[in-house]
């Protein structure tokens, strides 16, 4: 006798439920909600972050990249053109999984600050010895998701990523 054991395959064939609305924060109509539960598996937050801590660094997350002036006057010019929202402006370039560009662009933005944001108040946590070293790996992370967040917001723009200046 193995000790194995399997389940009979699901049958279910209705949707997965909506996420509970206490798992999403609500964007403001335009741009896209975010689902909690989304960011902490995609940024791999550890169980130590609280929802709470989550939602308010998402909170302020999606409130610096809808200010930002460049994002505010985009979103002007959309909002003139017709659209009500982020998911009517048509794809500049490709689809995926049934999201435009500018919808993965912004959710990939707004995971990366909050992972930076969440990266930095660790860093800002007393470190004893032993946390030295994951200290300088977090600060290489925290610089690597920042890097992201201008990679999108400039995708999102379409301005090129580089930015050059002369010494």
Do not use: C
């Amino acid at each position: 006798m193995s000790g194995f054991t399997f389940n009979p395959p699901n049958t279910d064939t209705a949707p997965p439920a909506p996420a509970p609305a206490a798992d999403v924060v609500n964007a403001g109509g335009w741009w896209p909600s975010i689902n909690i539960t989304g960011v902490r598996q995609a940024v791999d937050l550890n169980t130590k972050v609280t929802p709470e801590r989550i939602r308010d660094a998402v909170r302020q997350a999606i409130v610096d990249l809808a200010s930002e002036p460049a994002m505010a006057k985009w979103q002007a010019d959309q909002v003139a053109a017709g659209h009500a929202k982020l998911e009517d402006v048509p794809a500049r370039g490709i689809s995926v999984d049934g999201q435009t560009d500018y919808a993965l662009r912004w959710t990939r933005a707004v995971y990366s600050l909050v992972a930076a944001d969440l990266g930095e108040r660790l860093l800002g946590q007393g470190l004893t010895g032993t946390g030295a070293d994951r200290a300088e790996a977090l600060g290489a992370e925290v610089g690597l998701h920042q890097r992201n967040v201008a990679h999108a917001v400039r995708d999102f723009l379409g301005r090129p990523r580089i930015r050059a200046r002369m010494i």
